[in-house]
């Protein structure tokens, strides 16, 4: 019984190889080949759709429920006026910091924010040392170091002053692809709090 299986799955691979090798002959035009329909070299015939950016100031929107577990929110409200981002000005935290978030019913922004995960890396002598290991001697590369120690902060870690890299604002479009994917959560408050840093070394410790 075993035998006759893999045959027939070796079987159906010749066939679908076969089929594979025949319609890779035919002729595919470029027009056809990804979700552009158009010329492929001119940006002529291009009409990107740029969206609906939502108009609801921050206060009046409905959060969005998480992508996953821990994944970073979207920015339900309107960010007019409140991009670019910089260093020195950055109007986000002006409701989000964990001291004036309450008042505004803004979510605080998390721990694991003013948390620095990287390994603490100086140059001394010519040598690069990481968290203490000298890299080439003692240690290959940094990820030979398993997990940096994590460092609490009094103030927002500043490798993450850029908050719009990784929260966006929403908009309506008609995408070209479906997302189809459904989250699974652990547990249900899961959709609405990230809880990052208590989890942070699951599997791993
Ligand atoms: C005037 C106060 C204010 C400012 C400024 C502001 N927000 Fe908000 N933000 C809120 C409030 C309030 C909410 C909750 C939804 C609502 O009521 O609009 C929120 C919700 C969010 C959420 C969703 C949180 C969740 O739990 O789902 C994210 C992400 C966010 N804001 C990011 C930002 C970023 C990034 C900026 C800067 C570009 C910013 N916000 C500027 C008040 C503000
Ligand atoms: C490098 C990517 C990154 C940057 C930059 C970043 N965040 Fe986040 N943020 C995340 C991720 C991932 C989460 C969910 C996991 C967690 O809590 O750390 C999150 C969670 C949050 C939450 C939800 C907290 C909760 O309890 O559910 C808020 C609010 C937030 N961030 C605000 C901000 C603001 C404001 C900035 C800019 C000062 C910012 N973030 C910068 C990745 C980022």
């Known amino acids: 019984m075993k035998m006759k299986k893999s045959w027939v799955g070796l079987l159906s691979l010749i066939a679908i190889t076969a089929v594979g090798c025949a319609s890779a002959t035919g002729t595919v035009s470029e027009e056809s080949l990804g979700l552009r329909k158009t010329n492929l070299y001119t940006e002529d015939n291009t009409k990107p759709d740029e969206g609906k950016y939502t108009t609801v100031a921050p206060g009046k929107a409905k959060t969005f429920d998480r992508a996953f577990e821990n994944a970073p929110p979207m920015i339900p409200h309107s960010v007019k006026g409140l991009l670019p981002i910089t260093k020195a000005n950055n109007a986000c935290l002006g409701c989000h910091m964990p001291e004036v978030a309450p008042s505004v019913k803004a979510t605080p922004i998390p721990p694991t924010h003013f948390t620095d995960f990287r390994p603490k890396t100086v140059m001394k002598g010519g040598e690069v040392i990481k968290e203490g290991k000298v890299l080439g001697r003692d240690i290959g590369n940094t990820s030979d170091i398993k997990l940096a120690k994590a460092k609490k902060l009094h103030t927002l870690y500043q490798g993450r002053f850029n908050c719009t890299q990784c929260h966006a604002p929403?908009?309506?479009?008609?995408?070209?692809?479906?997302?189809?994917?459904?989250?699974?959560?652990?547990?249900?408050?899961?959709?609405k709090r990230s809880n990052l840093l208590d989890v942070m070394n699951e599997g791993v410790d």
Do not use: H
């Not at 995408?175 to 249900?188: A, C, G, I, L, S």
């Open 170 to 191: 929403q908009a309506q479009i008609a995408p070209v692809v479906n997302n189809t994917f459904q989250p699974e959560f652990r547990k249900p408050d899961e959709k």
